[in-house]
Structures are given as C-alpha cells and as structure tokens.
T-cell receptor, first 113, second 112 residues
Framework: GDSVTQMEGPVTLSEEAFLTINCTYT??????LFWYVQYPGEGLQLLLK?????DKGSNKGFEATYRKETTSFHLEKGSVQVSDSAVYFC????????????FGPGTRLSVLP | EAQVTQNPRYLITVTGKKLTVTCSQN?????MSWYRQDPGLGLRQIYY???????DKGDVPEGYKVSRKEKRNFPLILESPSPNQTSLYFC???????????FGPGTRLTVT
C-alpha cells in the first residue's frame, strides 16, 4: 500500500538556521503531496501542497518540490524562527485508490533563540 | 468562519460504555475522515466518507463505527470502548477528497 517516510527527529536548530526535513513516498497512483504543521495542543494545519510532478508548494517561507523521479517532497526553510517550533507531517493523497490520505510519522522541530 | 468542530474535546470513560464523538464542518465538503494520533505511531486513518451515505474503512477501523446521514456531520461511534482506544482523535474534511484537509481541534479520549 501507499506509505510516507520522513526523518523522525527531533530536530533542534538555532534561530535563523536552514531547515530541511526529508520526506519520501511510495504510491501506486499519482498522488498529491502535502506538508501539515501541528502546534502544541492544536489540530493539523495545511502548510503547503503540490499536486503534480515538479510543482513547488510554498507558504510562510517554507518550500517543497514534488520530485517524481526520486519520489520525494522535502521541506525547506531558509531561516527558521522560534515560532516555527512544531511537529511537521508529510502526507499524500492517492486519488486513484479510495482517495484516502496517508501521513508520515511526523518530525518534531525545536528552534532555540 | 470556516471550521471543523469536534465534541467533546476531552472525555474519560470506562471500558464498554458506548460513546459518540461528534464532528461537524461548515464548508460544504464532500469528504470527511477520522484519524487517531498515538505517540510513535503518527496519524492513522480510521474511517472516511466520500459523501452522504458513502463510508469506507481506513487503516485501523476495528472497534469503531461511523455514519454519514448529513453532509456536514460525521460522528465517530465506539460501541464498546477498550483501553487500547485511548488516543487523540481528529476529524477532518476536504473538498472532493483530493485537496487539502481541514482538521478539527482534536478529542482526547481516555478509556479506563
């Protein structure tokens, strides 16, 4: 079945450091890919998405590019802030098979001042 | 305001006592889904619904029931809760099941 793998973390960075969180997927169809963020005590919020190969999703300084050849969707940000501390989930939606969603295990990010 | 609401937010119950967690969305979304979130296991889908009267099992449906009689509501029913169903539950909805999902605030359930 479909699956999403991402670096487990936790990831600890200093403010203004560069962030990369790796995400790779397996899917039998042509999935849409997403990054969600969960702040403490809250539900998940969509951060960005890409629906086809080579699409780049971006939001709030975060970016991720849909790479079909490497089945990857790595999340990057050039300069993290303390307020970016959260858990980040990579996810896919495979439209060809039941349209259900599959999430990665999440990566906890802590940004220190 | 576009939102997904869940009730209750916190619930402590005993083994075997039937309970329902309600979920409602005001965005006219066709697709709704339930997830549970457990430490070390991430987010796992329980059930989803493509539209009214159309539901299907996710990855971990055992011990749960759902119904979709109205487009806006998608309650999660635990007929006979057990301690292994202690978890944080999220409801989500989206347009046509392929776009971004909007999540509710979560329901923390403890079964003793």
């Amino acid at each position: 079945g479909d699956s999403v793998t991402q670096m487990e973390g936790p990831v600890t960075l200093s403010e203004e450091a560069f962030l990369t969180i790796n995400c790779t997927y397996t899917a039998t169809g042509y999935p849409s890919l997403f990054w969600y963020v969960q702040y403490p005590g809250e539900g998940l919020q969509l951060l960005l998405k890409a629906t086809k190969a080579d699409d780049k999703g971006s939001n709030k300084g975060f970016e991720a590019t849909y790479r079909k050849e490497t089945t990857s969707f790595h999340l990057e940000k050039g300069s993290v802030q303390v307020s970016d501390s959260a858990v980040y989930f990579c996810a896919l939606s495979d439209r060809g098979f039941g349209q259900n969603f599959v999430f990665g295990p999440g990566t906890r990010l802590s940004v220190l001042p | 305001e576009a939102q997904v609401t869940q009730n209750p937010r916190y619930l402590i119950t005993v083994t075997g006592k039937k309970l329902t967690v309600t979920c409602s969305q005001n965005m006219n979304h066709e697709y709704m889904s339930w997830y549970r979130q457990d430490p070390g296991l991430g987010l796992r889908q329980i059930y989803y619904s493509m539209n009214v009267e159309v539901t299907d099992k996710g990855d971990v449906p055992e011990g749960y029931k759902v119904s979709r009689k109205e487009k806006r509501n998608f309650p999660l029913i635990l007929e006979s809760p057990s301690p292994n169903q202690t978890s944080l539950y999220f409801c989500a909805s989206s347009f046509r099941g392929e776009g971004a999902q909007y999540f509710g605030p979560g329901t923390r359930l403890t079964v003793t």
